[in-house]
């Protein structure tokens, strides 16, 4: 039912979203900066919401007949990482120099030594919420002292550049069936995938995941499954257990069976979410993360 009513409401959008641009275009007698905002805010609502919606029944298509061939690795497998800024990896931005000074003055002297420090000064430092913008600055995330997973995880992307270690993410579309443990009454409102970045640093001239930061996954498999609910989070549980997209590790860490598609690697998650979009489109993530970025994880 919920899902039905998500999908009359897109239809809807869609509709006020022509609605302007007629209107702007042939009825309208305003002043013609009027007509031409009026119009590009209906155009920007339709492009938007036929985006999210053509994005919806793909993935509604692949549910539906199990296709397996729909988990596929993109050919970008051997895309090299970067150091330098971006507008989302902003580390030159002096909020985010003063974490990494702290995170230089507490790490143990190895690279892996510094992205462990990182990790766990922002774990201490940013609370955890469920904010939906992919796009906001980690300068912003610190400002706010609160991020998702994914704004976290940039925030530990841009401290590790601006202490010269490179990184760069790897795309997967997540089921949103992953979330059904966390979010057990949103159900119907969870989208059918999630796109994720999920990033990896180049230390000692190769890459490691952020999955294996703390230890190899034979070793951190050890310590139980990660369940996707209580207060642990993907951001969290890279400290304590698995966290096993390609199904290398036991069957209780092996999370492979939600991803409905590998991307492959991008330089930063800028081009990835420029290439691949945000998981929600504009119009549904701005209200979503209204309330979401205040939602304690």
């Known amino acids: 039912m919920g899902r039905a009513l998500a999908w009359v409401g897109t239809w809807l959008g869609l509709i006020s ?61 051997t895309v090299e990482g970067e150091l330098r800024a971006t507008p989302i990896l902003d580390w030159k931005h002096p909020r985010v120099l003063g974490l990494v000074a702290e995170v230089q003055d507490g790490s143990g002297g190895t690279d892996r030594d510094l992205l ?31 991020g998702s997973c994914s704004q976290r ?12 270690i490179a990184s760069r993410v790897r795309g997967l579309l997540v089921d949103g069936r992953f979330w059904y443990t966390r979010f057990p009454r949103l159900r119907p409102f969870i989208p059918h995938q999630v796109m994720l970045a999920w990033p990896e640093f180049q230390l000692d001239s190769r890459w490691v995941s952020v999955s294996e930061l ?13 369940a996707n609910d209580g207060g642990e989070t993907l951001f969290d549980a890279v400290a304590r257990t698995a966290v096993d997209w390609d199904g290398l590790t036991c069957s209780s860490c092996d999370l492979s069976g939600y991803v409905l598609a590998d991307l492959g ?30 939602w304690a994880a």
Request: with cysteine; proline share 3%.
């Open 153 to 164: 995880l940039a925030l530990m992307e841009a401290v590790a550049r601006a202490c010269g």
């Open 265 to 294: 690697y991008f330089s930063c998650r800028d081009v990835l979410f420029r290439t691949h979009g945000q998981t929600l489109c504009l119009p549904v993530r701005i209200p979503a993360d209204i309330i979401m970025s205040r």
């Open 116 to 146: 462990v420090t990182a990790h766990r000064l922002i774990t201490a430092r940013v609370r955890p919420v469920y904010a939906m913008n992919e796009k906001q600055p980690v300068s912003r995330t610190l400002l706010l002292e609160r």
């Open 214 to 226: 703390y230890g190899d996954l034979d070793t951190l498999q050890k310590a139980g499954r990660f």
């Open 17 to 77: 979203g022509l609605s302007l641009m007629h209107i702007a275009a042939f009825e309208s007698r305003d002043p013609l900066a009027w007509r031409l905002l009026l119009f590009a805010i209906g155009a920007l609502l339709f492009a938007h919401l036929l985006r999210g919606t053509i994005r919806e029944w793909l993935a509604w298509r692949r549910y539906r007949s199990g296709d397996s061939s729909a988990k596929h690795v993109s050919r970008r497998a």
